[in-house]
């Protein structure tokens, strides 16, 4: 589908029959502010509550119904400056965000709020004033993405991947974008929302059979998300093409292409609701859109040297508990030492605030005696 931002002065209307839209706000905050690294929980949480606010029934749904869910998020595209650990926002530059809708009952709700959004974005501690929202991504279905015109063309497919991008093997973060994992990824969402769901191991096992790598520019990052503390994803774009047996399954390269369409919409990897994974069609790897995240890197280091610290100190090593506490012991204290309260801290790592302040204590002892 179209990949071009639509302008509208006037209030947008969608389709009776959309189950998949993108928008793009330009929002503008009112003075200076600086925000912590892992601000796009805040956009997450923010529109999480429009919901709620709006249509509790779709709020539970949303929160309790799904593993999969049928929206994502962006990060915020623009002049983020870095101060040490944290990101400064300017009051003199306008900022990007993107949301998209991937199921019917949402778009639904999206074309209510969009009649009546509000006039600010509100960012703990850094509200932003809308200024304008647009469609960035086409709002159709997903039989129109099976039947549409550009699926009727080459055989090949570039996705760019602007935010970092994961997934999950064997409960470790992947950073590679193999066929099979970033199609797996896509199939997933589309057996949850379109309706028409496909058989999911043939189809795969075509793609680790047919889809080729036939050029990338991609690299790696690690950077804080999760209660865990880090993620290592991977930036850049990638060139798919297809091996010449793939055309034994003409519907399965019909399907290879509708998912590509797809991608814009509900993004690569995990994390999606949360501002990884963004993906755009297209070879965009010298755009300047491709996001910039040295405080997020640096709050990483951090969790990764505080981390090698307390296993350090472990007498079992082995295993994944040993890991698992050390590196949420060791986000803690980062994201404390950029000035993150404790309480924002344990409420978001859903953590006992007592429990987290006991954590940095012994954290700071480990620190203080190695």
């Not at 509790?56 to 990060?75: M, N, Q, V, W, Y």
């Not at 790696?220 to 930036?235: E, N, P, Q, S």
């Amino acid at each position: 589908m179209p990949r071009t931002r639509k302008k509208s002065s006037a209030k947008i209307t969608l389709p009776t029959d959309t189950e998949l839209v993108g928008l793009v706000f330009d929002a503008v905050p009112s003075s200076n502010h600086t925000i912590f690294p892992e601000y796009a929980k805040g956009l997450h949480a923010w529109f999480l509550n429009q919901v709620r606010e709006t249509d509790p029934d779709l709020s539970a749904h949303l929160h309790d119904g799904e593993s999969e869910k049928p929206f994502t998020i962006s990060r915020l595209e623009g002049k983020l400056l870095s101060t040490g650990t944290k990101l400064q926002l300017s009051a003199d530059s306008k900022y990007q965000w993107y949301v998209s809708a991937l199921s019917s009952r949402l778009a639904e709700w999206m074309a209510d709020w969009l009649q009546n959004l509000p006039k600010v974005i509100e960012l703990r501690n850094a509200p932003l004033e809308i200024q304008s929202v647009e469609i960035a991504h086409q709002p159709t279905t997903y039989q129109q993405l099976l039947e549409s015109k550009e699926n009727k063309t080459k055989n090949t497919l570039s996705l760019s991947y602007i935010s970092p991008t994961s997934f999950r093997r064997k409960k470790h973060h992947f950073p590679l974008p193999l066929p099979f994992n970033i199609f797996h990824s896509y199939l997933r969402r589309w057996n949850n929302f379109s309706g028409f769901p496909v058989e999911q191991d043939a189809f795969l096992e075509w793609v680790d059979e047919n889809v080729i790598i036939q050029r990338h520019e991609i690299s790696t990052t690690r950077v804080a998300g999760g209660k865990r503390g880090l993620v290592t994803g991977f930036t850049g774009a990638v060139e798919f093409g297809l091996g010449k047996d793939a055309a034994n399954e003409p519907e399965y390269i019909k399907l290879f292409k509708a998912l590509g369409q797809l991608a814009p919409y509900c993004g690569t990897g995990h994390k999606t609701t949360f501002g990884l994974g963004q993906t755009r069609l297209g070879w965009l790897v010298e755009s300047e859109k491709i996001e910039a995240i040295s405080p997020q890197e640096l709050l990483a280091e951090r969790i990764a040297q505080v981390t090698a610290i307390l296993m350090s100190k472990q007498k079992r090593t082995g295993g994944t508990r040993a890991i698992s506490v050390c590196e949420k012991r060791a986000t803690i204290l980062a994201r404390r030492e950029t000035g993150e309260s404790l309480q924002d801290i344990a409420t978001d790592l859903e953590i006992p605030y007592e429990t987290v302040k006991t954590y940095i204590k012994l954290t700071r002892k480990i620190l203080a005696n190695r």
